[in-house]
């Protein structure tokens, strides 16, 4: 396994283990506590998912992107980095392409700030 692909594992199994689902009211994105190393359990939803992974990423260097997608009905929130996702509904990290059922529609720069583009005609 390539040595990105293998970090992003790592990262994506840290965050995941001690990732507590929890359905916020209304969107309220909240970064990981100051400190956040992975080590701390965190209870959110997928945006604060995709905000603890982020910064994990950040501090290893790898450069990453917010994907808002819809499964189903649903809005929904992963991480991409260099076609790879990291999700907290996956048990591990996964090629874009292979989520035939997720359909893309909006993707974030790679820092903070930088707008979100549409993403058109694309469903995997």
């Known amino acids: 396994m390539d040595a990105l692909l293998s970090e992003l594992q790592r990262i994506h199994r840290q965050v995941r283990r001690r990732f507590i689902p929890w359905t916020d009211r209304g969107e309220q994105w909240t970064m990981p506590p100051p400190g956040y190393d992975g080590y701390q359990s965190l209870r959110d939803d997928c945006d604060g998912f995709c905000l603890a992974v982020r910064t994990l990423l950040r501090r290893a260097g790898i450069r990453s992107r917010l994907v808002y997608c819809e499964v189903g009905r649903e809005g929904h ?23 035939i059922h997720y359909r893309w529609r909006r993707i974030s720069g790679f820092e903070p700030g930088e707008p979100w583009r549409e993403i058109l005609g694309l469903t995997a």
């Open 77 to 99: 929130l992963v991480v991409e980095v260099e076609g790879w996702i990291l999700d907290y509904l996956l048990p591990q990290v996964v090629a874009n392409n292979a989520l």
